[in-house]
């Protein structure tokens, strides 16, 4: 029998509207919706993931009334992805912000790596594969 350590299930993040979220990385990433809402008792959840993959994004939209600044977390969402400049284009049109400009990095292999924001100001790691 063979027995395997943790592994990563998922990454939740909070977010101010869920229909926008969950559309924000359905069309810049390609995301699709497993779960399109639960309704728990402080907030509303969507679970997305990518074709083939075991890992979920869960997208947390808090209705307990307390304020929040989602854009002070203190983490990112990684996505590799063919051409950054073209994601980080697409995240914009969709109401991402633009943090910096995909730059070569010697330590990934001179791999472009470039970031932006969601429309909440999380942020996300873009890594040219």
Partial sequence: MTTYGPRLGGVGIGVSDLA?????????FGLSTLVPKLELETMDEAILTAEGSPVVLILMCH???????????????????????ATIALAVEHGGALMR????????????????????????ELIEY
């Fill in 20 to 28: 926008a979220a969950t559309a924000f990385y359905e069309n810049v």
């Fill in 101 to 124: 400009e995909p730059q070569p990095n010697e330590m990934m292999g001179g791999k472009h790596i470039g970031f932006v924001t969601d429309p909440d100001g999380q942020v996300i």
């Fill in 63 to 85: 209705t307990d009334g307390v304020d929040r600044d989602l854009s002070e977390t203190g983490g990112k969402i990684v996505f590799n992805v063919p051409d950054p400049a």
